[in-house]
């Protein structure tokens, strides 16, 4: 059964910092990884999806990286905002398109 | 391309009554979909596993009887939570898988409240 476990639970840090959000996953045999926003109350917002067959993908200020064999996955925001405050969720999937999510992290970035 | 829409975005409903979500794919479709829930501060877990034109598969712990999934065309599926409770009150979302592709997208999801 895949398991996904999301290091730090929350974090916080002042603006304009850089900073690396953590995704583990027990089951490599993966299709897909996705990273999520979801904001208090709100739904969800696609930020990054990585094919199992790519390393990384970026967005703007948004990196993300996946190591498949080692069942790992970061998400890496240059230059943090108060804007960017918000629950980060990583979701990985099979081919037959369930996910399993993790349970987050809630990031707060103080002006 | 590849959108899936979910209605409503939000409900308020009395105890006892039923609330019906829909998530309808606009661009493709989607011969799997899949519903999850979230209850507060915990994470999403998968509901159930819909085909279209068969009877959805439950996760364990699921009560059939009370999320009614239907998936009768390949743009629709719904998810009606009957004689809803205080305790349903959650968040609910969809995915789509793409029919001949390995691809899915998820709905914007559905908070539910239920007073």
């Known amino acids: 059964k895949q398991e996904v476990t999301q290091i730090p639970a929350a974090l916080s840090v002042p603006e304009g910092e850089n900073l690396v959000l953590n995704c583990s996953f027990t089951d490599s045999a993966i299709y897909n990884l996705q990273w999520f926003r979801q904001d208090p109350g709100k739904g969800l917002t696609s930020l990054l999806l990585i094919q199992s067959s790519q390393r990384e993908q970026t967005s703007g200020r948004l990196n993300a990286s996946l190591d498949k064999s080692s069942g790992r996955s970061t998400l890496y925001i240059a230059a943090s905002q108060p804007g960017d405050s918000a629950t980060y969720l990583c979701a990985v999937s099979t081919n037959a398109g369930k996910s399993t999510f993790g349970d987050g992290t809630t990031l707060t970035v103080k002006p | 391309g590849a959108v899936v829409s979910q209605h409503p975005s939000w409900v308020i409903c009395k105890s006892g009554t039923s609330v019906k979500i829909e998530c309808r794919s606009l661009?493709?479709?989607?011969?799997?979909m899949f519903w999850y829930r979230q209850f507060p501060k915990q994470s999403l877990m998968l509901m159930a596993t819909s085909n279209e034109g068969s009877k959805a598969t439950y996760e364990q712990g699921v009560e059939k009887d009370k999320f009614l999934i239907n998936h009768a065309s390949l743009t629709l599926s719904t998810l009606t939570v009957t004689s809803a409770h205080p305790e349903d009150s959650s968040f609910y979302i969809c995915?789509?898988?793409?029919?001949?592709?390995?691809?899915?997208?998820f709905g914007s999801g559905t908070r539910l409240t239920v007073v």
């Open positions: 995915s789509a898988r793409w029919t001949g592709n390995y691809g899915y997208t």
């Open positions: 661009d493709f479709q989607a011969t799997t």
